[in-house]
C-alpha cells in the first residue's frame, strides 16, 4: 500500500511563489508516475502536473511556464514549485502516484492518494 502526503501548502499573495511536497512510502518511488492535481471549492479535480517514472513532464496550460514539477528518488519525493501564483491557482493540492509507465492526466489513471494541502492565493 502507497501512502502520500503532502506539505507546502499556505496563504501567498498573488504573484508569490510555493513549494509543495509530496513523501511517498510503501510503494516503488522510482517506477511511479507521480502528479498533481487540484480541486477549487464547488469544482471538479483537475489536472496540474505530472513526472514520469522516466523524468519526462507534462503541465496544464494553465500552468505552463510557472510551475515545475521535479522528483527526487532518494527522498521518495515529489514536488511542485509554484510562481506568479494567481488568485484562481487557489485549491486544495492533492499528490496522486500512477504504478502504470505511462503519461496519466486523469484522475482515473491514478492509483493512490495524498489527503492534499490546501494553497490560498490572495489577490
Known amino acids: ?13 498573488a504573484g508569490g511563489s510555493l513549494r509543495l511536497s509530496c513523501v511517498a512510502s510503501g510503494g516503488s518511488f522510482a517506477s511511479y508516475a507521480m502528479g498533481w492535481f487540484r480541486q477549487a471549492p464547488g469544482k471538479e479535480r483537475k489536472f496540474v502536473a505530472t513526472v514520469t517514472w522516466n523524468d519526462g513532464t507534462y503541465y ?4 505552463k511556464g510557472r510551475f515545475t514539477i521535479s ?21 486544495v493540492y492533492y499528490c496522486a502516484a500512477d504504478v502504470r509507465r505511462r503519461v496519466a ?15 490560498t492565493v490572495s489577490s
Open 105 to 119: 492526466s486523469t484522475t482515473l489513471e491514478y492509483d493512490y492518494w495524498g489527503q492534499g494541502t490546501q494553497v
Open 1 to 13: 500500500q502507497v501512502q502520500l502526503v503532502e506539505s507546502g501548502g499556505g496563504l501567498v499573495q
Open 60 to 63: 496544464a496550460e494553465s500552468v
Open 71 to 91: 522528483r527526487d528518488t532518494a527522498k521518495n519525493t515529489v514536488y511542485l514549485q509554484m510562481h506568479n501564483l494567481k488568485p484562481e491557482d487557489t485549491a
